[in-house]
């Protein structure tokens, strides 16, 4: 049992070596471009002597120190500048401008990004993320070769939820991708690999993970057989991006390689400093391009212009050459490009008058023999444009609706992909809160097609039962400025039901309430209503943050619960329980794990909620290892090689208590709409439906009458009377509660001055 400290470093390699590809050190034709074996896979526009080459990082004691360093031999170092204020624990080498430069951030709010100058050390302030998750803190901050953009990871204060972004550049605003998550729950170094997929090292599972950049799924590579305890980074190198680099914090802190596919590691050396944070490598040096990608166009007869920026690494350039093709996916012609000002250079693609598709990348030398190319991977990625004289193509919008919103989540992201021949102009949405004035936001192009921004709007404009509409519209570039539209997409603003009580990350060994090494448990754990919060309602669910699983199946198994009048446990409670769950269980894995409640039960808010969990085996494994937090009388426990655990006495208290989260449906009751009159009777249908355990049910009366409203099953016989009363004319709805009801179907009906009407319900358990 430890407890892991939190501090945050990045390591990441940039860049592979075009010495591996000679053709690119000689000019082949003044005309034609060289022939280029297809089975090359060019990752780079530089030329790496050492596939490891220079390192930057910070150490940190009192301050964050700045040295440079040889990959091959981490423990030799040279300090740069002097010792600065800030935690930069994020950090990563990427060209937003065309440029290789160093950027970190700070790791105390608010989050600040700097450029450093890596021959001073001086910094300069970039600004702040924006559009972060309440409550997180960036923990990793990588740069993606393959699209040019910034991706970050958050995780919250107390390491059990981690998420995915990508970065606006220009404002450094973050667009969520997918849903916060709980395993991996603290991604603290990573980086992107050859094709762009992301991999990092979890610091409560200590765990090797990659994670879809599209859609924010994670999934778990391996264990590193290694104890993630303090400030990392990662990256990879770029011979042949076969190994992750991570410099560690733990018992060597040192620079290791990590394999991706079986996630073992191997020590290449150490540090000579307790914390390493916020590393990354240097391209080595040589010429560096940067290039605007030409838009597509109305015109046919060109010529192109295309215009470039190389920066010599040290050494004048030779010569620079312009590669393109007419129609052919394959590049077949030259033409050498103009040195026409300081760093600038020129050269043109002809047309031909006819309408055509255009590809073609930048190839340059220096009197070194050092070679670039941009793109970086041509010719396997070469820019494209269209001539076309007339385009009448609208773009294609790609967007998964958004599902139903909990209410503590808005304002949330919209992300869609748009694309078009000529490419986009502008995207943006309109939309409305019910029957409101619309209203319209633009979407930014966080990377390639993909278009994200956030609802602008607040907290506050929504309450729970709101529908949400809107659709996405975007226009081309091309001089008709075609536009096109998504159909109109709906969802709803719901409660969300989960109520957490315990933040700690303490690793209860004895394995309460799952302690599987011995054959029974009985555990009683106490949660206060203050922590629990709310005002009550129906618990569905139980869940426990699991930091090891054992694959032992608990037989015998049941959850007791009870409202509680006390605030401290004394011993084992043995009267006064309701069962809720009875059966078999094997806790399903790591991260939170949830049961759900066989019968669901009711907390009454006003007191505290006492919780029973045991089983009795004959067998036994290990134990199953929960995340807690620290606190006294709480939770008293009992295990032993006996039968019967259901029925210990004679407990002990511990002083951890297991981290849980409670799914809570509320029982809201009775509304009406005051001042809005009906013009005619109207029964809605049930929402949710399916629904467990609770449902609402809204009706219309324009005239005061005797209202009856009750639930039937499908034999008839009535099961529910929700309303039995002199009503006046509004706008009504009332919740109804299932519980200790069985799966199945139900009918639902109203009647009033005359008006019948009936639908059907189905509850699922």
Known sequence: MYTKTFTICFLFVLLLNPNLFPQYQTQNSADKAPWIPQNTNLKTSFNLVNPYTTGFAYCYTTGSQLFRFKTVTPGTTTAIGGVQTGFFGNGDFANPAGIWKFYVMNQYSPYQIYEVDTSSGALTNLGSPLNLKPGHMPIDFEWDHTTNTWYVVSANNTLTETQFYSMYWPTKTLTWVGSPVTTPAAIIAGGFNANGTY?????????LWKVNKNTGAWTQIGLLGYNVNYGQDGGFDRTDFSKMLWSACGSTVGLYEVDTATASINLIGAFPYTQVIATGYAPPSGPQIAHSPLPSTINVTGPYVVNVVITPGGSGIKSTKLYWSRNNPTVTDSVTMTNSSGTNWTGNIPGNGLPATYRYYIWTIDSLDRTAKAPFNAPASLYTFIAMANDTI?????????????????????????????????????????????????????????????????NADVVIGDTIYYRIFAQDNSSQHNRDSSAQYNFRIILFPYSCVGNGIVQISNGSPFNTYWFGSRTQMLYNAAEIGG????????????????PQV???????????????????????????????????????????????????????????VCFSN??????????????????????????????????????NRPNICFMIQPVIGFETGEGKVPVEYKLSQNYPNPFNPITRIKFDIPQKGFVSLKIFDVLGREVKSLVSEMKSPGSYSVDFNAVGLSSGLYIYRLETNGFIDTKKMVLIK
């Open 618 to 655: 004959s067998s036994y494994t290990t134990a199953t290892v929960v995340l807690g937090t620290s606190i006294d009388s709480m939770v008293y426990t009992k295990y032993l090689d006996q039968p019967n655990a259901c029925a210990f006495t004679s407990p002990s208290v511990i002083n």
């Open 554 to 612: 608990m037989n015998g198994f049941k959850i007791n619960l009870q409202n509680y009048a006390l605030s401290k446990l004394t011993g084992f409670e043995t009267t006064n329980w309701t069962n809720v769950y009875t059966g078999t269980y094997t806790v399903p894995g790591t991260g939170w794990q949830y049961i759900d409640l066989q019968t669901p039960f009711l907390w009454d808010s006003v007191n505290n909620l006492l919780v029973e």
């Open 535 to 550: 005002s009550g309602g129906i618990v569905t669910k139980l869940g426990f943050n699991i930091y090891t699983a054992s």
């Open 394 to 458: 609208k773009p294609v919008i790609t967007h998964t609706p958004i599902g139903n919103t909990y209410k503590k989540d808005w304002p949330i992201s919209l992300t869609s992909s748009v694309t078009d021949n000529f490419g986009i102009d502008s995207v943006w949405v309109k939309w409305k809160i019910n029957s409101s004035p619309v209203k319209h936001f633009k979407l930014n192009n966080t990377s390639g097609s993909i278009y994200a921004a956030v609802f602008n709007s607040i």
């Open 199 to 207: 991999f990092g090292i979890d610091m409560t599972s200590d765990a």
